[in-house]
């Protein structure tokens, strides 16, 4: 066989070496392929490799999710394990991740009057570093528990939410960097609010701010009503969305600004050019399924793009499966049926923060104050689009 002059040696081998070696065009398709822990790994090879690895990870703006449910009593929390498993198998760098579990199994007690402390908690230190080491040390990590959690199987944007006020469950939503999108992650306690750092966190005085995806813990503390409203307060004279709900604790980021059992908030600042919102509330006298799904419909106004868009249920823990005569995933199904495209996750929670409102380019469409932002036996249906 002769050589052919074009590449270093005849062997089949030896050509694919070269292309690999020199080719960047190649190399770059052949990346797209490996999932971001191993694209890391690979980017130390060679120069090539590592500039074609750059290029790749910088497409990677698709947002992603990891999600896990199965009976209470493992040693590790269904999600945890999950994690382990499939954070290999994503293809993004996750810059922010928004993560819940149901707070029975994860923490040892029961939501509603804590009696059940004699149980083995799963919130210990090891647990929650475990957790962070799964993601690269500039990732902010957010941790919550809640009574109950809504989530969308791993795998497919289309695969059927699912409503669990039982059990374990939980996910880990997995946020890139993107392109006209800024995430800040907050956490306020009575020590630490304050104008300056409402500023920082780019709540208020921030023109570009659209979402805010805002949850408190120990709400039923003495003093935490008049906290949350300190926070809700410049809030509501923004332009921005505001959804979230009363969960039960945070795990994610370590509290060193307050004692254990003391309140506070945490949450999600989104801002910028490419960020769109959209809400609507169920009040309490929706309570068949047909009335659930006319609600939710009100969302189409805001005619969001489906790609690259999250929906987020926040509802009353008094909801669900007793609310609606025994009838289960009832407002789950609902936002599917309106929204087959799109993934849907929140909480079951003590309390209900949000409104009906669109944030979408420059404006603004049904003005809330703050009395309007709080609520109970309702459920708050959100759309965030990421562009």
Known sequence: MDEDPDFPGSSQDSKAEYILSNVAEVVERILTFVPTKSLLR????????????????????????????????????????????????????????????????????????????????????????????????????MGIT??????????????PPQEHQEGEAGYAIMFPSMEGVNIRPFHFCKKTISQSSLEEAGLVDNPELRVVLLFVYEAYKSGAARFLNQVLEPLAKSKALIAG???????????????QGAYGVVGLALSGPRVQGASVLLEQDVGTPKAAEAAILRLKAAKLPERNTLGFMFACVGR????????SNVEADAFRKVFPNIPLFGLFGNGEIGCDRIVKDDYTLCDADMDGLQHEYTTVMTLVHLG
């Open 42 to 141: 690979i980017a130390s090879v060679c120069r090539l490799w590592r500039n074609c690895a750059r290029r790749v990870l910088r497409t990677q703006q698709k947002v992603t999710w990891v999600s896990a449910c199965g009976p209470p009593g493992s040693r590790v929390h269904a999600l945890c394990s999950s994690l382990v498993e499939d954070v290999e198998k994503v293809f993004l760098l996750p810059q922010t991740v928004l993560a819940m579990v149901d707070s029975e199994a994860f923490s040892g007690q029961a939501y509603c009057y804590r009696e059940n402390k004699a149980k083995k908690s799963r919130q210990s230190p090891d647990t929650v570093e475990e957790l962070s080491l799964l993601f690269p040390k500039t990732c902010d990590v």
């Open 146 to 159: 809640t009574p109950g959690i809504v989530l969308t199987p791993t795998g497919s944007s289309s695969n």
């Open 245 to 259: 709900g009363l969960v039960e604790s945070v795990f994610s980021p370590p509290r060193q600004c307050c004692s």
């Open 320 to 327: 669900g499966q007793n609310y609606y005569n025994n009838q």
